[in-house]
């Protein structure tokens, strides 16, 4: 569950997550510069949360044609925390619309509008309107690696195997 509380010493709002049961819970800062809803969860078990289109008119999208959709929305997350744009099944199954390359990431240090890179994978023409849920978050924690230069790696069965090499072990 998502409860928005206004920040009483700033012009923001801040997302919060509240504990649900066993899930673990971050505190996400959000400016909405959009006259849309924050980003919010659509049901109790929703992993991500839905960003909206902030746009005046609608943006038609041909076949194959990529286009870059703002939300209005900026985040603060926490260190070693991402946050992860993908697609919403439904655009992609009923129209072809998907996130462009697959699943973005927000690095916790931009500040930048969040903007969603669609693409139309149909044979049709797709209007994205003013307000329309576009693309989902999901926020990941992750481990920066710290790179051991070596000379050689230990063997395993699969080895150097790509590319749809288990499919036969």
Do not use: W
């Amino acid at each position: 569950m998502i409860n928005l509380v206004k920040d009483e010493n700033a012009d923001r709002e801040t997302l919060t997550e509240i504990k649900n049961n066993s899930m673990d819970s971050i505190t996400v800062r959000i400016i909405n510069n959009s006259p849309y809803p924050a980003p919010e969860y659509a049901t109790e078990g929703s992993a991500g949360c839905d960003l909206r289109a902030n746009i005046t008119e609608n943006i038609t999208v041909n076949p194959l044609q990529r286009v870059l959709v703002p939300t209005g929305i900026h985040i603060e997350l926490p260190s070693s925390c991402e946050a992860q744009i993908r697609s919403r099944s439904g655009l992609t199954v009923k129209h072809g619309i998907v996130f462009a390359n697959g699943i973005g990431t927000i690095d916790t240090d931009y500040r930048g509008e969040i903007k969603v890179a669609l693409v139309n994978l149909s044979d049709e023409a797709y209007e994205i309107r003013p307000g329309e849920k576009i693309a989902q978050m999901v926020f990941s924690y992750y481990k920066q690696a710290c790179f051991e230069t070596c000379t050689s790696l230990d063997e395993t069965k699969r080895a150097d195997g790509g590319f749809g090499s288990t499919g036969n072990m």
